[in-house]
Every structure is written in structure tokens, then in C-alpha cells.
């Protein structure tokens, strides 16, 4: 996992590793395991999860 600065701040220092995320049609965004491909969480008011890279 990254490392994560100051309590409080409100964000990350560098990425998630070994994390990705996709967004399907409906609207949710998916976090998806590069190792195995499998979902692991799903955000689903629209927003994307915060500092995980988006796949293509």
C-alpha cells in the first residue's frame, strides 16, 4: 500500500499498488486485484476511488 502523509490531510502520498479501477456502463466504479483480476470494492455514487490508477 502507499504510504500516507499527515492525519488529516485528506489524501494519499503516491498510488495504490497493484490496484486498478474500471468504470462499467451504469455508472460504478470497480476496483479490480492486477494479480488475480478480482473485484474487490465498488463505489457506487459515481465517484472514483481515490488514488487507485485506472486501467484502459
Given at each position: 500500500?502507499?504510504?500516507?502523509g499527515?492525519?488529516?490531510?485528506?489524501?494519499?502520498n503516491g498510488a495504490v499498488k497493484e490496484r486498478s479501477q474500471f468504470?462499467?456502463?451504469n455508472g460504478h466504479w470497480y476496483?479490480?486485484?492486477t494479480?488475480?483480476?478480482q473485484i474487490i470494492d465498488v463505489?457506487?455514487?459515481g465517484q472514483p476511488h481515490k488514488g487507485v490508477r485506472r486501467e484502459d
Open positions: 500500500m502507499a504510504k500516507n499527515k492525519t488529516g490531510d485528506g489524501h494519499r468504470q462499467h456502463p476496483k479490480r486485484d494479480e488475480t483480476g463505489n457506487q455514487n
